[in-house]
């Protein structure tokens, strides 16, 4: 058995099928241990670092930061035993006097690992590199085979080539066939390198991109490229087209495009359905917190809490999970002939980060004291602007508080997340004139937002519901008297 062993992307949960390559933490030739993390991957949910699945020394990394990858894809090589001598060059296919570059020779040449169940690489092409195991803690191996699914109007690939078509007989009529797509290899029958949106793009210009010479990183096929194989195909209709594309390159040079991927494009796929899925109804209540802040006041006062980081956001996640106690339907979900009630919360918080918009949420939330609840709160908040939220820290959420009041807006209607039947939207806290006890006067006052599924939840439960929340604030210290 060869000691060189290739390293798959590993399956990062959820159904993630890729992910791009945010920073290499390891080099060729350095020699790593056992669990080290060795590449920091930004997946459509979260950046994550994926340790080594053996000890030994970087052979060959296959794909540059800022790649996508698919998952089962080899991304690194690594020598198992670099203490045994050279690499022999009928093992690995590359001169033993050094350390081969990330090239396509080098993919083809190292020996694969085995691992259970086959996956079908869709950057590079070609057949599965053998399967691949998910390493990450919490996740454990796959039973059975699993392959990526394909994208929208991708043609699946078959395993080896067609054989060759039989001529058509002259009695049958000859149908002008469109471009082939590509079949994964280049020219010289090598893989095809090229990104997603450049295959995209490729597709709806009718490019082959096996026909094509790449000239980005690796010999990677580039939009540019793309672009120039159709200006031949494009010159006949040329006068025809100035018009159209002077009109259409005007201000060009003065927009940005931003590609939609990783969090900001789940995001824009989970909205999409929530909000054509559920029939949302949103119902707004204004409240006098001006008791709730000058508890939180004597709470930061007090000696045990003086290092507890204390935010109105508390009280407010503290008011849903008692609320949650007094009405269990709205901590359900829709699943088509029955709904699910959970007696757990797994309270969602959204947090606003460099990658957009991510919601990791706080397991179980609702057994946990005001204390143990404040460090949870402040640990999922570090970590999420951190970059750092794992994929479980994601999944799994049952209701959720997103709080626009920190950008000074007073209140909004939030859009369910996938699979949660409310949400709630808490505004920022400011000084109004109130009537107090008969009298005007200035007090601390908010507005809170909450969206619901009406499949689940009708305007009686979700008004009670959202009335509780509101008295918690309104007076904290005899709401937790009276409800516990």
């Known amino acids: 058995m060869s000691r060189i062993k290739e390293f798959n992307l590993p399956d990062l949960g959820e159904g993630l099928t890729e992910g791009e390559i945010l920073a290499w933490l390891v080099k060729a030739g350095d020699v790593i241990e056992l669990n080290q993390p060795i590449v920091e991957v930004e997946t459509a949910k979260a950046a994550v670092e994926i340790p080594a699945k053996w000890a030994g ?67 590079i092409g070609g057949p599965a590199p053998g399967g691949r195991t998910a390493v990450l803690v919490g996740y454990g191996p796959r039973t059975t085979a699993a392959k990526r699914r394909p994208r929208k109007g991708e043609t699946p690939v078959p395993a080896q080539a067609a054989a060759p078509a039989p001529p058509v007989t002259p009695a049958a009529p000859v149908v002008p066939a469109s471009p082939a797509p590509s079949n994964g290899h280049g020219p010289a029958g090598g893989p095809v390198l090229a990104k997603p949106p450049v295959r995209k793009l490729a597709k709806d210009l009718g490019v082959d991109l096996s026909t094509l010479t790449g000239s980005g ?26 018009s159209v594309t002077a009109a259409a390159s005007f201000g060009a040079d003065r ?54 980081r204390v935010s109105p956001l508390l009280l407010v996640a503290k008011a849903v999970l008692l609320a949650v106690r007094r009405h269990p339907m709205v901590n359900s979900t829709w699943a088509g002939d029955e709904i699910v009630v959970k007696d757990y919360v797994n309270l969602g918080i959204a947090a606003a980060t460099e990658r957009g918009l991510i919601v990791p949420n706080i397991k179980d939330a609702g057994r946990l004291s005001l204390r143990e609840l404040a460090d949870a709160m402040t640990g999922l908040v570090q970590t999420a602007k951190a970059g750092k939220t794992s994929p479980a820290d994601m999944s799994g959420g049952t209701l959720t508080i997103t709080n626009v009041g920190v950008f000074g807006v007073d209140t909004g209607t939030p859009i369910l997340p996938p699979g949660e039947s409310a949400i709630l939207a808490f505004g920022a806290v400011r000084e109004m004139p109130w009537v107090h006890k008969g009298k005007v006067r200035p007090r601390q006052v908010t507005t809170l937002g909450l969206s619901f599924d009406h499949r689940i939840i009708d305007g009686e439960l979700g008004s009670k519901f959202l009335r509780d929340i509101g008295d918690f604030l309104a007076d904290p210290e005899a709401a937790l008297l009276a409800w516990t």
């Open 255 to 308: 927009e940005q495009r931003i590609p939609v991927k990783g969090v900001r494009k789940l995001t824009a796929e989970n909205m999409s359905r929530s909000a054509f899925t559920a029939p949302h109804v949103t119902e707004f209540l204004t409240v006098d917190v001006t008791r709730a802040m000058k508890a939180l006041d004597r709470l930061r006062d007090r000696r045990e809490w003086r290092d507890v």
């Open 57 to 123: 020394q970087v052979h060959a990394i296959f794909h540059p930061e800022g790649s996508t990858v698919e998952v089962g894809t080899p991304i690194i090589a690594i020598d198992t035993d670099p203490g045994a001598g050279p690499i022999e060059a009928s093992t690995t296919g590359a001169p033993t006097s050094a350390l081969p570059s990330p090239s396509a020779a080098s993919l083809a040449a190292v020996e694969v690992a085995p691992t259970e169940g086959a996956v079908e690489p869709g950057l």
């Open 217 to 242: 990183p690796l010999g990677s096929i580039t939009r540019e490229d793309v672009h120039r194989a159709t200006s031949g195909a494009t010159a006949a209709a040329e006068p025809l087209a100035v």
